[in-house]
């Protein structure tokens, strides 16, 4: 058995307004008070749900996991930039050429994430969360296949993609050259170990496959942050 992907969490100065922005664009139901804080419920086949998190800490650069959301039509793409903007939303050039048509916007903290062209075969058969398109060699690709226990549906040129046998987003890691890490993360995946397994148990299996754990001042948490084998952060839940 395998770790479930239980939430990708975000770092935010004003989680509440933070999620009731992501809330409102993407549909999903915001509660506030259960054992994750303040989370979105995916109202779809995503397999996840959304968390938000205090920090103080500034965002330094760009983040190294971005959503590309999906669009049915030239029309769909102008009305779902329409409303990120119209709920805090703001474009923003990170260098993308102009004949390139998918849109960059940043939410209301900065996160960035594109709304993708309608012709966009790669994500032809996905949902509005198209995909999680990270910096990543193709090392860590396969080891979040093997963390996770999902195939590889994308394995060329040193870019990879993973996808949850149930459906729901891809995972992508584009490859050389990988954009330096600035500080930590501000999105982190939240694992939840296997329902018949325990939390060390878990934790030394993703040991095995080229994980480290990490010390950031958690002190007695009872999540394990560990990072992958590019150095980005991820917790490892206990048992609930």
């Given at each position: 058995m395998t770790s479930h992907l239980h939430a990708l969490s975000f770092d935010a100065h004003d989680p509440l307004g933070l999620a009731r922005f992501w809330s409102g664009f993407l549909g999903w139901e915001l509660t506030d008070g259960s054992s994750d804080g303040i989370a979105l419920l995916p109202g779809d086949d995503?397999?996840?749900r959304i968390r938000f998190l205090?920090?103080?800490e500034r965002?330094?650069?760009p983040?190294?996991?971005?959503f590309d959301l999906t669009s049915t039509s030239l029309d769909d793409q102008r009305e779902v930039v329409a409303r990120a903007l119209r709920l805090g939303a703001r474009h923003i050039?990170?260098?993308q050429l102009p004949e390139e048509g998918h849109v960059v916007l940043a939410d209301p903290e900065g996160n960035e994430f594109c709304v993708i062209e309608p012709d966009n075969k790669f994500l032809a058969d996905c949902g509005f969360i198209g995909a999680l398109a990270c910096d990543g060699s193709q090392e860590v690709g396969y080891f979040w296949s093997r963390a996770l226990g999902w195939p590889l549906v994308w394995d060329q040129d040193q870019e990879?993609?993973?996808r949850s046998p149930h459906g729901g987003p891809k995972i992508t890691w584009g490859g050389p050259p990988v954009s330096p890490k600035n500080g930590r993360s501000r999105l982190h995946f939240d694992l939840a170990p296997p329902a018949d397994g325990d939390q060390r148990a878990e934790v030394e299996r993703l040991v095995s496959l080229g994980a480290t754990r990490l010390d950031i001042g958690q002190g007695e948490a009872s999540r394990v942050v560990?990072?992958?084998p590019d150095g980005q952060e991820f917790c490892v839940l206990a048992p609930r």
């Open positions: 995503t397999g996840f205090q920090t103080e965002k330094t650069g983040n190294q996991t971005h050039d990170i260098g990879t993609a993973i560990m990072a992958d």
